[in-house]
């Protein structure tokens, strides 16, 4: 069973307005780290945001932001005022086990295609 | 430097040679992953270094792959006798190594821009 999915191969958005890009997971582990990564046409991986499950707050970076709904297990990236140069493959990853312990994979999700619009 | 250094950023080989690709993590980060991205498998991991050690091989493909990291610092990633299906682009991360202070933070993977691998 696929750990992370993301349903959206692409999407288009024009600039300036704000999107949503989808990430469910699928764990047992009480305990996991979601993390957000931008990978440009360029090709590295570039960290944008994470949340921990049991964070209270849904976690903010800038313009971007996660909203967390943990019974439902998904995890969605939010870019308000989308720039031209946010164009980029975005995955969703999650590391299961406590926050403490190291070593443990990101598991990535398949990545979802941003195309801003000018 | 700032950022993990991966080199050569390209590499084109003939099928059955060997390769090395190599990975300079941030200065300071004791953990370190290699991950495989290919078109039809998406993101893999690999193997996992904590200092010297690797506590994690499991993702390494066959007993062509192997990897080591000396000094605590610098990775080579070989694959010996390359087939086509190894041609993928190789990613290595690495990070801090967790504990109780610090948080989800100590757990965040930097990436290189890894070496695109071509085997004909």
């Known amino acids: 069973a696929q750990k992370i999915t993301q349903t959206q191969p692409g999407m288009f958005v024009q600039e300036k307005e704000a999107v949503t890009l989808d990430c469910t997971y699928d764990?047992?582990?009480?305990?996991?780290?979601l993390f957000w990564y931008k990978q440009p046409s360029s090709g590295e991986m570039i960290f944008l945001i994470y949340q921990g499950s049991y964070d209270q707050q849904n976690a903010t970076e800038g313009r971007y932001s996660l909203n967390f709904q943990k019974a439902r297990k998904s995890a969605n990236l939010v870019i308000s005022a989308s720039q031209l140069g946010d164009s980029a493959m975005y995955f969703c990853?999650?590391?299961?086990?406590?926050?403490?312990?190291?070593?443990?994979?990101?598991?990535f999700g398949e990545g979802t295609q941003l195309t801003v619009n000018p | 430097g700032a950022g993990v250094s991966q080199s050569p950023s390209n590499k084109v080989t003939e099928k059955g040679k060997d390769v090395e690709l190599r990975c300079d993590p941030i200065?300071?980060?004791?953990?370190l992953y290699w991950y495989r991205q290919s078109l039809g498998q998406g993101l893999e991991f690999l193997i996992y270094f904590q200092g010297n050690s690797a506590p994690d091989k499991s993702g390494l493909p066959s007993d062509r792959f192997s990897a080591e990291r000396t000094g605590g610092s610098v990775s080579t990633l070989t694959i010996q006798r390359t087939q086509q299906e190894d041609s993928a682009v190789y990613l290595c991360?690495?990070?801090?190594?967790?504990?109780?202070?610090?948080?989800?933070?100590?757990?965040?993977?930097?990436f290189g821009a890894g070496t695109r691998l071509s085997v004909l």
């Open positions: 991360a690495s990070s801090l190594l967790p504990g109780l202070a610090g948080g989800w933070a100590k757990n965040i993977q930097y």
């Open positions: 764990t047992s582990d009480p305990s996991y780290g």
């Open positions: 990853a999650m590391r299961e086990g406590p926050r403490e312990t190291s070593g443990s994979r990101l598991t």
């Open positions: 200065s300071g980060h004791t953990a």
